[in-house]
């Protein structure tokens, strides 16, 4: 095996660990989030006939009042972070409730709805502490869970830059040394025109289309432009394949790398 492909399997182990960890960090986040549904749902759903309960998550509270089918009064949590500017804490500290209006059929209904409502508030405020409580407890208990699994990266990826940095080095030297010998693009298929090359940008504002092959015939010494030789191929009006041969001077590498690399093939095709 070569260094790079070495050092490519060693990145991709360690990448690995990382992404367990974060599916680890990401199933406590849910863990989370469900128990603290479950909290709100068990002090908010209510038994009284008229009160129902349309959503509930962990972040607002919805309610439909009898056959109100349009309106409804929600109850949004409040967190430190939405109080302090520039926090990230999410420390339960209130609720806020509004209303998005009224839209009963029947004005008789108007009474009975205001009593449900009254009916509401009560349960509300009788758990409004309780669910403060429950919710932050939860949270600092998953808390501690999340920092134990945020630490445990740490060791690993200060291994896993350096080596970012030594296979992204690698890789770049490796296509240079492609493109110096040659390299044979693929082509590619959009919705609107068939197989055809693709084109490479040579300047800021200027592409040269069909290009079958890219090669390098000198670089500068700071490797940030290069003389390129263009073999381009495409089909005439009666069908027949073109081909032509362009070279083009001091064309700047970055304008050039990414429609290469994202062209090239898994195997790289070396011209004769």
């Known amino acids: 095996m070569t260094k790079l492909e070495i050092i490519t399997q060693k990145v991709k182990q360690l990448e690995d660990q990382l992404d367990a960890i974060d599916y680890r960090y990401d199933n406590l986040r849910f863990r989370r989030k469900q128990e603290t549904i479950r909290t709100f749902q068990k002090y908010m759903t209510s038994d009284v006939e008229g009160i129902t309960a349309t959503r509930i998550d962990d972040r607002r509270m919805e309610f439909k009042l009898l056959s109100d089918e349009y309106a409804s009064i929600t109850i949004e949590r409040i967190n430190v972070e939405d109080i302090e500017r520039s926090s990230w804490d999410d420390t339960l500290v209130d609720f806020k409730a509004y209303s998005n209006g009224l839209s009963l059929k029947n004005v008789e209904d108007l009474k009975k709805r205001s009593e ?157």
């Open 116 to 272: 449900l409502q009254v009916k509401l508030a009560e349960q509300f405020e009788d758990f409004k502490d309780d669910m403060i409580a429950e919710v932050n407890t939860l949270q600092e208990k998953y808390d501690v869970w999340k920092k134990s699994i945020s630490d445990s990266r740490k060791p690993i990826s200060d291994v896993l830059r350096p080596m970012q940095s030594e296979m992204s080095k690698l890789q770049q030297e490796a296509l240079e040394n492609q493109l110096l010998k040659g390299i044979t693009l693929k082509k590619e298929t959009s919705r609107w025109h068939g197989a055809k090359y693709p084109s490479v940008r040579v300047k800021f504002d200027y592409e040269i289309n069909n290009v079958k092959k890219i090669k390098v015939l000198r670089f500068s010494s700071t490797k940030k432009s290069a003389d390129l030789e263009l073999t381009r191929e495409w089909k005439g009006y009666e069908g027949d394949v073109m081909e032509d041969i362009q070279t083009i001077d001091r064309v700047r590498v970055d304008n050039f790398r990414s429609d290469i690399k994202r062209n090239l093939e898994t195997s790289f095709k070396t011209t004769k």
